[in-house]
């Protein structure tokens, strides 16, 4: 349990959801068998490129020859990436899980370009965002933007 794989898990940057969201989790292979196990719902911390982590009350192995498969919805597309878990903690009663995903080229292409769909949208209809872009876009000098220039 306490065992970690050394991987550079800061590569790519993570997206944390601003409301919980769940995802499907099941068992895909230990070494070289297939098994696909049934679903369990996890509750996803934070997701990028690389990787993934989220949150569970069940005990999982930390191994590299054991993968899982997460089914992600999004926006209208659902992702089901394979993932090999790398570290664990525990936290609020919970046990907490990280990992990298087993893609092919193809698939690490397809999920990229879904997975950056579906950050744009979210950054877009976030509402932090519509007050940046009404700062920006009225010009007035508060202090926080003042050499900003749209123009240019």
């Given at each position: 349990m306490d065992e970690e794989i050394t991987v550079n898990r800061r590569a790519y940057i993570r997206f944390r959801p601003q409301t919980p969201v769940y995802v499907e989790l099941s068992l895909w292979q230990v070494q070289e068998r297939e098994l696909k196990s049934r679903a369990q719902r996890v509750l996803l911390r934070d997701v990028g490129h690389g990787g993934c982590s989220f949150a569970t009350?069940?005990?999982?192995?930390?191994?590299d020859d054991v993968e899982w498969m997460i089914e992600l919805q999004l926006g209208q597309y659902t992702a089901r990436p394979r993932i090999v878990l790398l570290h664990s903690g525990e936290e609020d009663g919970l046990f907490f899980y990280g990992g990298e995903w087993r893609m092919m080229g193809w698939e690490h292409q397809a999920f990229r370009f879904r997975f950056d769909e579906y950050v744009r949208q979210m950054l877009i209809a976030?509402?932090?965002?519509?007050?940046?872009?009404?700062?920006?876009?009225?010009?007035?000098?508060?202090?926080?933007?003042?050499h900003l220039d749209v123009t240019s």
């Open positions: 009350n069940l005990r999982l192995p930390v191994r976030s509402p932090h965002i519509h007050t940046l872009y009404k700062k920006v876009a009225s010009r007035h000098d508060d202090g926080q933007f003042k």
